[in-house]
Nanobody, 125 residues
Framework: EVQLQASGGGTVHTGGSLRLSCVASTFSFGANTIGWFRQVPGKEREVVVG????????YYADYAKGRFTISTDNAKNTVYLEMNDLKPDDTAVYYC??????????????????WGQGTQVTVSS
């Protein structure tokens, strides 16, 4: 069992920045990737970004490339999501997640092994 504790959401204006954090009880879990999904009411949960905890490979959704950066502090079992140039379309609940790499690449939230609680990100125009 892995517990994920997310924090760092908030409200910013268009063009602003936020940093999300997710502390895991352990980085030694069956799945090999940790990262973030997001969900808007009425829409399916979608992948944002994932990072392989063993080798640091990253996967970014197209809309996140160039604006979002994922990183880890393995000593603290913590993953960070730096979000820059935020847009109103980025408004969503962001969920920390742990799963196999291909579930991030394929944006398959139904196969995610572990979820953290969501954190709300609101971008006002």
């Amino acid at each position: 069992e892995v517990q994920l504790q997310a924090s760092g959401g908030g409200t910013v204006h268009t063009g602003g920045s936020l940093r999300l954090s997710c502390v895991a009880s352990t980085f030694s879990f069956g799945a090999n990737t940790i990262g973030w999904f997001r969900q808007v009411p009425g829409k399916e949960r979608e992948v944002v970004v994932g990072i392989a905890v063993t080798d640091g490979d990253t996967y970014y959704a197209d809309y996140a490339k160039g604006r979002f950066t994922i990183s880890t502090d393995n000593a603290k079992n913590t993953v960070y999501l730096e979000m820059n140039d935020l847009k109103p379309d980025d408004t969503a609940v962001y969920y920390c997640a742990a799963a196999w790499w291909f579930h991030f690449v394929g944006s398959k939230p139904q196969f995610v092994d572990y979820w953290g609680q969501g954190t709300q990100v609101t971008v006002s125009s």
